[in-house]
């Protein structure tokens, strides 16, 4: 199932037991999640009737009491599990429970699980479990730019921007399949654009921002080195040349995101010193320890828009401290 598909199935009123968002997009996820919370719980959202379940602190025995658990305020309960399967070789307890969990979970209307996964083997038993009445939902990137500008088109349907001829095409071609910088230079181009008006293709090419490669090197590598100082010295030196906060944002989720892969034991691809560089880094920090800087990442990206009032340049100070600490 696609996210688009997702949307539909709960516009149209329809709830799974049990929906496996899966996939490298982290941005896809979370807006799965966002939705499925809101379809579960609507405006009855409290804690009594939602439970976060982190894989690498959850024990089988944890996942079943909280899907047993009765409702009760709302009419059903929402359970949210994040990486089954972080920790390496001590998973196997949790993912065993969780595959029976969904089985179970088709005989009943109380409770509706959400996991959240960036790497899965679909050949794993647990994750064949998610086959109907349950779901799969892929959160991959779009591949190629005809997907890349379809997402951008929904996107900007989801935000109420008109878009004009070629718009999306060109946001595709600059940004490619980076969807939080996407997402952060189509709102660049509306503000060009003006208060309701259509976003012409000019509005995109002047609003995106070219980051020097140099630039930014110089900041994921103090930063996955755990160099703060230098970190942060790279950082100022990027917002003070004039480098949008959005960007920057965007090239440190990515490379997290490269470490990420490269900790579950993908090989990363490039130049020969880049994939040692990937690799060295991943080794300074866990598994854990990198999916918490990605939902960081995300959270300093609810901020730069506006939530908590504090100003951009110390969000991402925040953040790059908090990710080369």
């Given at each position: 199932?696609?996210?688009?598909?997702?949307?539909?199935?709960?516009?149209?009123?329809?709830?799974?037991?049990?929906?496996?968002?899966?996939?490298?997009?982290?941005?896809?996820?979370?807006?799965?999640?966002?939705?499925?919370?809101?379809?579960?719980?609507?405006?009855?959202?409290?804690?009594?009737?939602?439970?976060?379940?982190?894989?690498?602190?959850?024990?089988?025995?944890?996942?079943?009491?909280?899907?047993?658990?009765?409702?009760?305020?709302?009419?059903?309960?929402?359970?949210?599990?994040?990486?089954?399967?972080?920790?390496?070789?001590?998973?196997?307890?949790?993912?065993?429970?969780?595959?029976?969990?969904?089985?179970?979970?088709?005989?009943?209307?109380?409770?509706?699980?959400?996991?959240?996964?960036?790497?899965?083997?679909?050949?794993?038993?647990?994750?064949?479990?998610?086959?109907?009445?349950?779901?799969?939902?892929?959160?991959?990137?779009?591949?190629?730019?005809?997907?890349?500008?379809?997402?951008?088109?929904?996107?900007?349907?989801?935000?109420?921007?008109?878009?004009?001829?070629?718009?999306?095409?060109?946001?595709?071609?600059?940004?490619?399949?980076?969807?939080?910088?996407?997402?952060?230079?189509?709102?660049?181009?509306?503000?060009?654009?003006?208060?309701?008006?259509?976003?012409?293709?000019?509005?995109?090419?002047?609003?995106?921002?070219?980051?020097?490669?140099?630039?930014?090197?110089?900041?994921?590598?103090?930063?996955?080195?755990?160099?703060?100082?230098?970190?942060?010295?790279?950082?100022?030196?990027?917002?003070?040349?004039?480098?949008?906060?959005?960007?920057?944002?965007?090239?440190?989720?990515?490379?997290?995101?490269?470490?990420?892969?490269?900790?579950?034991?993908?090989?990363?691809?490039?130049?020969?010193?880049?994939?040692?560089?990937?690799?060295?880094?991943?080794?300074?920090?866990?598994?854990?320890?990198?999916?918490?800087?990605?939902?960081?990442?995300?959270?300093?990206?609810?901020?730069?828009?506006?939530?908590?009032?504090?100003?951009?340049?110390?969000?991402?100070?925040?953040?790059?401290?908090?990710l080369s600490s």
């Amino acid at each position: 199932m696609t996210p688009d598909a997702l949307r539909e199935e709960l516009a149209a009123g329809r709830l799974r037991p049990a929906y496996l968002l899966a996939g490298e997009e982290a941005l896809l996820r979370e807006a799965g999640l966002r939705a499925l919370r809101e379809a579960v719980l609507g405006d009855a959202a409290n804690d009594f009737d939602f439970d976060r379940l982190e894989g690498d602190r959850t024990s089988a025995g944890a996942l079943v009491d909280a899907l047993r658990a009765l409702p009760v305020l709302a009419k059903r309960r929402l359970v949210v599990l994040r990486e089954p399967e972080a920790r390496k070789g001590r998973s196997e307890g949790l993912v065993d429970a969780l595959g029976a969990a969904v089985a179970e979970l088709a005989e009943q209307e109380q409770t509706v699980l959400v996991v959240l996964a960036s790497r899965i083997d679909r050949r794993s038993r647990w994750v064949r479990a998610f086959a109907e009445p349950a779901a799969l939902v892929a959160c991959d990137p779009p591949k190629g730019t005809k997907a890349v500008a379809a997402f951008a088109v929904e996107e900007a349907k989801r935000q109420g921007i008109p878009l004009g001829a070629g718009a999306a095409q060109a946001l595709a071609e600059a940004v490619g399949p980076q969807l939080l910088r996407l997402r952060s230079e189509l709102e660049k181009a509306s503000l060009l654009a003006g208060p309701g008006k259509r976003v012409s293709r000019d509005h995109v090419l002047e609003a995106v921002s070219a980051v020097s490669d140099e630039k930014v090197w110089e900041l994921t590598d103090a930063t996955f080195d755990g160099r703060s100082a230098d970190a942060l010295v790279a950082l100022s030196r990027l917002l003070a040349g004039g480098v949008a906060a959005p960007l920057v944002l965007g090239a440190l989720a990515s490379q997290l995101r490269k470490l990420v892969r490269a900790r579950a034991g993908e090989t990363p691809r490039g130049h020969p010193f880049v994939v040692r560089r990937i690799e060295a880094q991943a080794r300074r920090q866990s598994l854990r320890r990198l999916l918490a800087g990605l939902r960081a990442a995300e959270e300093a990206d609810e901020r730069l828009k506006g939530r908590g009032g504090l100003a951009a340049d110390r969000v991402l100070e925040r953040l790059v401290l908090g990710l080369s600490s």
